[in-house]
Structures are given as structure tokens and as C-alpha cells.
């Protein structure tokens, strides 16, 4: 026998401390009557590399990632298709902005 650790394969979210809705994100509520357009467009190569800050929940065909990188940050969708996925990005905001789009994104007032 081996005196190599082992290491578990999966955990549940309340064995690695989390809430369940953090593991596996929120759920986007239905958009709201008047709701936000948000400007989608094709991803870009703006930097070589954003951090995740927040996600929805993968359980869903659509995703969507609030994504930052020095200072500014964007939404990226995800939209789960037939044929291969679809990635589109909101437009780059400073970080306090993309942060309420994200929250109106959640709620239903922009979509």
C-alpha cells in the first residue's frame, strides 16, 4: 500500500464551508416588464486573462459570469446550445458599475 495521500474526489458544499446557492450559483430571476437591454456582443481579447467573481447556476442553459480585470469588469453569457456554445460580453464598466449591472442582471431589471 501506497503512503501517498489520497484525495477525495468530491466534496459537498457544507464539507468545503459554503451554502449550497454559492456552490452552485444563483438562479437569474424571469426579466421584469421594462427591463435594462444589455449591449451583447462577440467576447474580446481585451486582456490576456479576467477573474471570476461572481456566477449563476450551471443547471441552467444560460450562464453568466461577473467577470473583472484591472479595474474594470463585464459580464460574460454563456448560452448553452445544440451545436456548441455561444459567448457574448457586456460591455466593460468601471468595477462599481458592471457590480450593479450584475445585481440588476439577478433581479430581472436588465437582461
Not at 84 to 101: C, F, I, M, Q, T
Request: net charge neutral; proline share 6%; aromatic share 4%.
Amino acid at each position: 500500500m501506497s503512503d501517498v495521500p489520497v484525495a477525495r474526489t468530491s466534496q459537498s458544499a457544507l464539507e468545503i464551508g459554503i451554502t449550497m446557492e454559492e456552490f452552485h450559483g444563483p438562479h437569474v430571476k424571469p426579466p421584469r416588464e421594462g427591463h435594462l437591454a444589455i449591449d451583447w456582443s462577440g467576447p474580446t481579447a481585451r486582456c490576456k486573462s479576467v477573474r471570476v467573481r461572481g456566477h449563476t447556476c450551471e443547471c441552467l442553459p444560460t450562464v453568466y459570469e461577473l467577470c473583472a480585470a484591472g479595474g474594470l469588469g463585464h459580464i460574460r453569457r454563456t448560452e448553452k446550445l445544440a451545436k456548441g456554445d455561444r459567448v457574448s460580453e457586456s460591455p466593460w464598466l468601471r468595477e462599481a458599475e458592471v457590480k450593479h449591472l450584475w445585481r440588476n442582471l439577478l433581479e430581472g431589471d436588465a437582461r
